[in-house]
Every structure is written in C-alpha cells, then in structure tokens.
C-alpha cells in the first residue's frame, strides 16, 4: 500500500525480468498497467479497491466488475430473445440456469450479492419478455398472476435460477493449502503437506449440491 509508482515501476520490472529467465514468459503491459489500488482495477473480471468503511476504517473490497456483469447479462440476452421462442420455456431455463449459476459461482468469492439481486432481477424480466414473445395471447394479467414473484417461472420441475441465492464467502485465505511446483513437496509449519486442489475440492468450493441442485 505504500511507495511510489516509480518505486512498483522498479519491482514490476524485477519481476519481469525474474519470469524471463526462469519461466520464459513475458508480462503483458496491458494486464499489468500500475495503477494505485485507490483507483481500483479490474483483475480477473473483479474490480477492486480501497475505499473508506465504519468509522473511518480502510478496506479494499472485490466486486465484480461493470464489464463482466454486461457480458452475462449480453448471453442471457441472447439466450431469451425472439429467435429462441421456438424452444419451450423448459429447453430455455435449461440454458440460461447452467449461465446464472456458474456466473454467481465465480463471483461468490466478493462483495456480490447486490449484483447477484440485480442479475436475478434482470434475468427474471428478460424470460417475462421471452413468455410474452412466445405466447402473445397472454395478457400482462395473466402474466402477473402465473409467473410474479420468486420461483414462478418453472416448467418441467425447472425453475429459473435466482443468483441472489448464492450464498457469498469474502476472502477466503487459501494460500497455505494449494500447492505450487516449488512447494508440492513441502510440509509447512502445522506439519500438513500442500495439496493439489481442483474446482471440484469441496474443501474450498463448498457442497457441489449448493449450485448444482
């Protein structure tokens, strides 16, 4: 948090250097622009920053990003336009539910759930519109009365999926535990070996069943 950007310029140039030589990589001068971390920074699809928090505290927050929520908000788009009411309203939620989920599950790891609220609440209206398009006999009444409200949009035992249900982990600090090709076979200070771990780990992604039911 402290030093100058002449002084991260320096250590970014180290680092460069260091990967050079032993990995034979090279930084991407877009991906790794200095910024100071009070101007925030998008960083695999969070934006992060220091902001001020409580009496007077610091802290710096991850929130997915304004860009990463427009690209899942483009696919649910196109997943319930016009040109997708030939398929039943079962094949659609088939498609768009595995978007939500898999969405919400990246970013659960963040200060997500107001964007998780908002992302339901446009997938909701997006599928409404969808219904209307596919079944234009309908009137907002009787829109209202089979699909308002929360778990009302369902066919087939399929209910579209509500983002905001995900349940949001900050911070999780997991860097003791996963293994790197420099410390596989280390043991670390508690004694326990680093382990492997994959998205599967349910040690660190949680019950599968809690988004994938």
């Known amino acids: 948090m402290h030093g100058t950007k002449s002084e991260a310029e320096a250590i970014k140039a180290e680092i460069g250097e260091l990967l050079a030589r032993r990995l034979k990589m090279t930084l991407s001068d877009e991906k790794t622009h200095i910024t100071h971390i009070d101007d925030g920074f998008v960083f ?17 927050l991850t929130i997915p990003s304004k860009q990463a929520l427009a690209s899942v908000m483009h696919k649910i788009k196109k997943l319930t336009g ?26 659960r790891y963040g200060v997500s759930k ?19 398009y ?3 006999h309908l009137t907002w ?34 860097g003791a535990q996963i293994s790197t090709p420099y410390n596989i076979d280390e043991v670390n200070p508690d004694g326990a070996r680093f382990r492997r771990t994959s998205h ?14």
Request: aromatic fraction near 16%; avoid cysteine; proline fraction near 3%.
């Open 44 to 60: 695999l699809g969070f934006h992060i920053q220091r902001r001020s928090w409580g009496a007077g505290r610091r802290v710096v």
């Open 141 to 174: 009444k009787q829109l209202r009365r089979r699909f308002y409200g929360a778990d009302r949009i369902t066919e087939g035992g399929i209910v579209l999926y509500n983002p905001a249900k995900m349940r949001v982990e900050r911070y999780r600090f997991r």
């Open 114 to 132: 107001k964007t998780f609220s908002y992302l339901g609440w446009y997938a909701w209206w997006r599928l409404i519109h969808w219904i209307r």
């Open 134 to 136: 596919k079944h234009p």
């Open 200 to 213: 599967d780990d349910v040690a660190f992604v949680g019950q599968v069943s809690e988004y994938l039911a």
């Open 82 to 107: 016009r040109g997708m009411t030939s398929l039943s309203l079962e094949e659609v939620l088939r498609t768009v539910n595995p978007v939500l989920r898999g969405w919400a599950a990246y970013f």
